[in-house]
């Protein structure tokens, strides 16, 4: 059920859309599909929440209590909601149980952070006292994808709410089990259309968020095909826009690099999530002189990799998380198999474990070229595709030649090097030796096309709140002017 105004609701329209397990293809649930006429009902409970409501009388500190007692629940409740994450979306039991952990604790940062929201006062050259105070933005619309669901909604409605502002949610309509796990907690936490929670595609539903002059921000998630309608859409009303994006980031190795960490990094970086992260490291650079050898010793790792539905023992990748989906990510396969070499993986893992669900090998092509398409584009699966270079400044040429600046990754022992060229590289999120660790303290988000704003930390709560100077003059006398 979707929570708009304080109850859980069905459509209006009473439609459902089914929901499948994508490891093995069997009915999950049946969701409220809603539609535009749903979120337009959750937009104005959000508003009125806001409006006239006590929300914005409630002081930072009770904000503050009532975000650290989500991130409780959530702890509560951590094994249902990981073993809902793994049955809708299809990642691993060990990845699922890390983001619910991560989940909480985004909760938990943000609960604390809610006290500590304050303005400043400023020396100006009048008797006047003159401060500067931060108020929430107002009613913010929240869309997120479907490859770290709960993950994203924690990210989300975390510093929205620390902030004091009121929300409306809307899950992908692919993985919207633990949102709505979520929304009865927040049902019992919160006032009546404060946190709203709508179920539907972006056609409507999403749209709606975007569009409405009701709301006062939109934050979004996703594709940047996507993102850019968001963007046009948010026009109408000028409401705030903060996107995160997509990317397709470089994972530079260099001949000092320590060799194993080099192969588990890349590795690690390509194929958690089975690929289907914003910030995979889908480019894997590398410099000539250990080229050939890393490549080796990335192919005999990968039968590591254990394939199957993410609540099976030991498995390592599971599904994509649908059949079109997959067919996408196979369709980038064949444009591989044309342009560079496939040196593992390629097709559909067989056995009957796999029939039933969206399954594909972990695909590594060597020999790539920057200007390939599986070289530009993001697959959002598992394929990594190897481009060998020969200087640090055609690494950092190559890594840069992109539309995209999310992450990027660089391995070497030479720590002036390593610096060096994670200042050179345009993306918002880098790493030394190292990949994938994500900090709720530190800010995320990209360069270039891969959005603008940032989430988490200290960053991330600028996006909820406005700035508004007072000034208060200090003499008793008239102006004079006139
Ligand atoms: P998507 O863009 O297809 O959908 C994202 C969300 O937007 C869904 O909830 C969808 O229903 C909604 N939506 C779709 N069209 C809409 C419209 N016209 N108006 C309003 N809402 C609309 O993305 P996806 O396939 O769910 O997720 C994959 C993409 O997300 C990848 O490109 C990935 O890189 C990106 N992503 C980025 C980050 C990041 O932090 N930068 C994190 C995760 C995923």
């Not at 650290?68 to 699922?96: D, F």
Request: glycine share 10%.
């Amino acid at each position: 059920m979707m929570l708009i105004d304080g109850k859980l609701v069905k459509a209006k329209s009473g439609k459902t859309r089914e929901i499948f397990d994508p490891g093995n293809g069997k009915l999950l649930a049946k969701v409220p599909e809603g539609g535009r006429e749903d979120a337009k009902a959750a937009i104005l409970a959000a508003r009125k929440a806001f409006d006239e409501g006590p929300w914005r009388k409630t002081t930072a500190q009770d904000r503050g209590k009532l975000l650290l007692q989500v991130a409780e629940k959530v702890r509560t409740h951590a094994k249902v909601l990981a073993a809902l994450e793994v049955s809708n979306m299809g990642k691993p039991l060990a990845e699922a149980e890390y983001d619910v952990a991560d989940a909480a604790n985004c909760f938990e940062f943000y609960g604390g952070l809610a006290t500590k929201i304050h303005g400043e006062t400023m020396s100006v050259p009048a008797n006047s006292l003159s401060f500067v105070v931060r108020e929430p933005v107002g009613v913010c619309g929240q869309i997120i994808p479907w490859n770290y669901p709960l993950l994203m909604a924690a990210w989300k409605l975390a510093p929205a709410l620390a902030a004091g502002c009121t929300v409306v949610l809307k899950p992908s309509e692919l993985t919207p089990l633990t949102a709505l796990e979520l929304a009865p907690i927040l049902k019992d936490l919160f006032p009546p259309g404060v946190v709203n929670i709508v179920t539907g595609p972006g056609a409507g539903c999403g749209e709606e968020l975007a569009e409405s002059p009701l709301v006062d921000k939109v934050a979004f998630t996703g594709g940047t095909v996507t993102g850019r309608k968001i963007a046009v859409a948010a026009t109408g009303n000028l409401k705030k826009v903060t996107l995160e994006l997509g990317g397709k980031n470089p994972n530079i190795v260099f001949a000092d690099a320590d060799f194993e960490s080099a192969v588990d990094g890349a590795l690690f970086a390509a194929f958690a999530n089975q690929g289907e992260v914003c910030s995979a490291g889908s480019r894997l650079l590398v410099e000539k002189k250990i080229h050939k050898k890393l490549v080796e010793a990335m192919v005999a790792k990968v039968p590591r990799i254990k394939l199957g539905h993410g609540l099976d023992a030991g498995v390592k990748m599971g599904p994509l998380v649908s059949a079109a989906h997959r067919e996408k990510v196979e369709s980038y396969i064949a444009i591989g198999k044309k342009e560079a070499r496939l040196v593992c993986g390629g097709g559909r893992p067989k056995g009957k474990d796999f029939d039933k669900g969206h399954f594909v090998e972990p695909t590594i092509f060597d020999q790539a070229t920057p200007s390939m398409r599986i070289a530009r584009e993001e697959i959002f699966g598992p394929v990594l595709t190897v481009i060998p270079f020969e200087t640090e400044a055609e690494a950092v040429r190559i890594a840069n030649d992109s539309e995209y600046g999310l992450a990027a990754g660089v391995w070497t022992l030479n720590v002036n090097r390593g610096i060096r060229v994670l200042r050179e590289l345009r993306a918002g999120i880098t790493w030394l030796n190292t990949y994938h660790p994500t900090f709720n303290e530190m800010p995320w988000g990209g360069y270039k096309q891969s959005g603008n704003g940032r989430e988490l930390g200290l960053y991330g709560i600028e996006a909820y709140l406005e700035t508004k100077q007072i000034n208060v003059n200090l003499d008793e006398a008239p102006l004079g002017w006139y």
